[in-house]
């Protein structure tokens, strides 16, 4: 199996798929060139962010089709427009990028996946339940949390303040106060706990939990395609990772 990763950034993103993929596809390697692709491999390449890595999708799908790639994933986030509206953008460019190829000879024959966090990877990491004090102490996480308790409502349905700059902003700031209670360090280029196998059961478990309302459906769309690839993960959530 050969895949290739089209991911949102330059440094979170490629450091989170490269250990999920290691927990969930453990005869996986990555390679660090399309060229190098070969059975059981994986190509990460950044998108160096919105609107940057739209700019990246046609190379992607060109290298994915002359590596022979099995799946293509494009993954993203929706920030400040809709799912549907993120996932409407990528297929128009796809879709233009698949008919430029077929011009010169060329086609893709393998799967795409594209998969939009809403509104971005650190709302999927906000899922983690029991990562979120009852009782904050800090000011800081008492605030978020009287904002919204991403541990009973879900994470990818919050919004923001007036205040803050952004939806996504709000979202990572949000996490990094979690973070900051267990005396843990979460940054863009450091994601830290969040790598950890454990980590990942507890979005695993709160997005297939069916004794409740639905959450995190937009991190199920990846947690689904994977399983169906034949992805192993047995792992237990734990309290604090």
């Not at 920030?79 to 509206?85: G, V």
């Not at 939806?167 to 360090?185: E, I, M, N, P, S």
């Amino acid at each position: 199996m050969k895949l290739y990763l089209l991911v949102e950034g330059e440094q979170t993103e490629k450091r989170l798929f490269r250990a999920w993929l290691g927990h969930c596809f453990p005869q996986l390697s990555e390679v660090q060139t399309p060229a190098d692709l070969a059975a059981d491999t994986f190509f990460l390449l950044a998108g160096m962010g919105y609107p940057s890595y739209l700019q990246r999708i046609p190379q992607a799908l060109e290298d994915a089709a002359q590596h022979h790639v099995d799946h293509l994933f494009i993954c993203i986030d929706s920030e400040d427009r809709t799912y549907e509206q993120r996932r409407s953008e990528v297929a128009g460019i796809l879709e233009a990028a698949a008919t430029a190829l077929q011009r010169r000879g060329l086609q893709f024959l393998g799967r795409i996946h594209v998969i939009v966090a809403d509104c971005c990877v650190e709302s999927w990491l906000l899922g983690h339940r029991r990562l979120v004090p009852r009782q904050p102490t800090a000011e800081d996480l008492l605030r978020f949390k009287q904002f919204y308790d991403v541990s009973l409502d879900d994470p990818e349905r919050m919004g923001c303040p007036t205040h803050a700059m952004s939806r996504a902003l709000y979202h990572h700031d949000y996490l990094r106060a979690v973070f900051r209670h267990h005396g843990q360090t979460y940054l863009k280029n450091n994601p830290g706990i969040a790598r950890e196998g454990n980590y990942l059961a507890a979005l695993r478990d709160r997005c297939l939990d069916e004794a409740r309302p639905p959450h995190l459906q937009s991190f199920r769309v990846l947690w689904d395609v994977w399983s169906e690839m034949g992805g192993r993960f047995e792992d237990e959530e734990s309290s604090t990772t």
